[in-house]
Antibody, heavy 129, light 107 residues
Framework: EVQLVESGGRLVQPGGSLRLSCAASGFSFSNYGMSWVRQAPGKGLEWVSSLSASGGHTYYADSVKGRFTISRDNSENKLYVEMTSLTPADTAVYYC??????????????????????WGKGTTVTVSS | EIVLTQSPATLSLSPGERATLSCRASQSVSSYLAWYQQKPGQAPRLLIYDASKRATDIPARFSGSGSETDFTLTISSLEPEDFAVYYCQHRNNWPLTFGGGTKVEIK
């Protein structure tokens, strides 16, 4: 069974920093691109950041670029996001998500796409004084 | 950045009725579009990817269509568990974006 368990969310003051973690199990973590998606209270979904399977390619939403850093440890099956210079606009539930990967006959292996296939339950970050 | 506009914002229907949800992209996303369902207090669930392919274990009453800039999610006959919020998302280029969502509520 695929499991993604986020942790690290808490109340933090504006200007503060926080590191979220995601522990993955039940799938071949090192073969999957991973992402963080957030949802502010009562609002829609917002893509935050993605990271390739090897960790060599990172992508960020403009709203977090320069403030957030995504990383992974494939030996520990963990995904991270380091968040700095936090503002109230960063208040949200943060979901850890794995990409959609499928057997691809055309390439004779597995192809992965940045659709959000497996989701954790989320961890809540509140930025307030 | 590609903007995805979903309509209507709210759809009020009865169980058994057909639901038609729209997602319009500000520029072409080819067929690289997905649909998600989110129920209150739960994480979203992938329903449809590449515009028309059902994800694993998704019932056949859910179907997707469209390409380029205009996409539709159809629920052929609403079951009680289908009342939820639905989002579209593209993967055509970076940044990825989601639409604002359509809430399907019980009439």
């Amino acid at each position: 069974e695929v499991q993604l368990v986020e942790s690290g969310g808490r109340l933090v003051q504006p200007g503060g920093s926080l590191r979220l973690s995601c522990a993955a199990s039940g799938f071949s973590f090192s073969n999957y691109g991973m992402s963080w998606v957030r949802q502010a209270p009562g609002k829609g979904l917002e893509w935050v950041s993605s990271l390739s399977a090897s960790g060599g390619h990172t992508y960020y939403a403009d709203s977090v670029k320069g403030r957030f850093t995504i990383s992974r440890d494939n030996s520990e099956n963990k995904l991270y996001v380091e968040m700095t210079s936090l503002t109230p606009a960063d208040t949200a539930v943060y979901y850890c998500v794995h990409s959609l990967c499928q057997n691809d006959v055309a390439v004779g292996g597995v192809s992965c796409y940045y659709y959000m296939d497996g989701w954790g339950k989320g961890t809540t970050v509140t930025v307030s004084s | 950045e590609i903007v995805l506009t979903q309509s209507p914002a709210t759809l009020s229907l009865s169980p058994g009725e057909r639901a038609t949800l729209s997602c319009r992209a500000s520029q072409s996303v080819s067929s690289y579009l997905a649909w998600y369902q989110q129920k209150p207090g739960q994480a979203p669930r992938l329903l449809i990817y590449d515009a028309s392919k059902r994800a694993t274990d998704i019932p056949a009453r859910f179907s997707g269509s469209g390409s380029e800039t205009d996409f539709t999610l159809t629920i052929s006959s609403l079951e009680p568990e289908d009342f939820a919020v639905y989002y579209c998302q593209h993967r055509n280029n970076w940044p990825l974006t989601f639409g604002g969502g359509t809430k399907v509520e019980i009439k």
